[in-house]
């Protein structure tokens, strides 16, 4: 794999940008959370499959920390990185650099890609375990006209709106009760025509962590599909243990 490589334009279509910059702190110390072990494996590759295992995705982009693009070039290296029973050479990878914020990450991943890639997705590393079904509803959704689409759930928890504390742990007075009816909890991957994206990247310069608002920002529609509950973020340390059940379920079920 080099990152001078570019997919042919005969397999343009659909690309992916992983950004994995970010430390993680939530998970404690030690590696970027992007690299921990799941399975024995670290969560950006299982991410990274989880891309490739969709036959629209012909492109990932991999936005690795400033001074670890080497690092996570050898551990893609290193690794089967396409599904099994996918044909080699069917998807390829590319990494590059990130910057400090995901904002500037995403927007270095998007730099990155050849012309031809009208649909982007944009994945978070810390959801290693999105099923292909919930990327290829988004990617389809896409490709009917959504300049922007998240993968959502509904919320199983009632929601208050607080006034924040003056001290981290004090009281917080409730000020509403939203109708969660109304409500959904967004995952990734999400999807973009990429020239909204581009643009919405070019225009908005509050830093966001949610891609789709920035395409709100333009006035532009997005939609929600589907999502699943195991394409849930791992942020603490009891989300590797769900992962692991959720991984021996699946070895137990497919067999792998």
Known sequence: MSDESRPSPSRAGTAAVIPAAG???RLGPGAPKALRALNGTPM???????????????????????????????LLDAHTLLPGGATAGSTDFLVVPGGDTRQESVRFGLDALPPGFDIVLVHDAARPL??????????????DGAPAVVPALPLADTVKQVEPASEPGGPE???ATPDRSRL???QTPQGFDRAALVRAHETVTDD??????MVEQLGLRVVTVPGHEEAFKVTRPLDLVLAEAVLARRRLNDGF
């Open 184 to 186: 959904r909890a967004v």
């Open 208 to 213: 966001v962590t949610d891609d789709a608002s």
């Open 173 to 175: 007075a409730v000020v």
């Open 23 to 25: 430390r993680g702190v």
């Open 44 to 74: 950006l590759i299982h991410a990274v499959r989880a891309m490739a295992a969709s036959r629209s995705v012909s492109l990932v982009v991999v936005v690795a920390p400033p001074d670890g693009a080497a690092e996570v070039k050898t």
């Open 130 to 143: 999105v099923p292909v079904d919930t990327v290829d509803a988004v990617i389809e959704a896409v490709r």
